[in-house]
């Protein structure tokens, strides 16, 4: 069993900063993608960022250049560091991880998420 904790988040002013932790724990495959969703109210989950096992990374168009995602601690420790940040960024951010070195869009393919952890700005 994969447990994903998250910690970071809480509140700031537009423009500001944050960053977002999420550690991996149990019985994790070598090769694996660590993912950042958001979801605000009324919408649906929304892809941020990804990272694979091998460093590859991709990101939405929305946070592209503002938002860096990164693996640390052996790698099983996933880190979105938010700059600029827009009251539009508002939302409860999940991190979640998908089995494979492939990632495969779409929130069904997603082998374990994470609690969520709210991320509010203000303008």
């Known amino acids: 069993q994969v447990l994903l904790e998250e910690s970071g988040g809480g509140s700031v002013q537009a423009g500001g900063s944050l960053r977002l932790s999420c550690a991996a724990s149990g019985t994790i495959w070598n090769t694996n993608v660590l993912v950042w969703y958001l979801h605000a109210p009324g919408l649906q989950r929304e892809l941020v960022a990804t990272i694979s096992s091998d460093g590859t990374t991709t990101y939405s168009d929305s946070v592209k250049g503002r938002f860096t995602i990164s693996r640390t601690d052996g790698k099983n420790t996933v880190v979105l560091q938010m700059r600029s940040l827009k009251p539009e960024d508002t939302a409860v951010y999940y991190c979640?991880?998908?089995?494979?070195?492939?990632?495969?869009?779409?929130?069904?393919?997603?082998?374990?998420w994470g609690q969520g952890t709210q991320v509010t700005v203000s303008s």
């Open positions: 979640a991880l998908q089995n494979g070195i492939t990632f495969y869009k779409g929130i069904d393919a997603i082998d374990v």
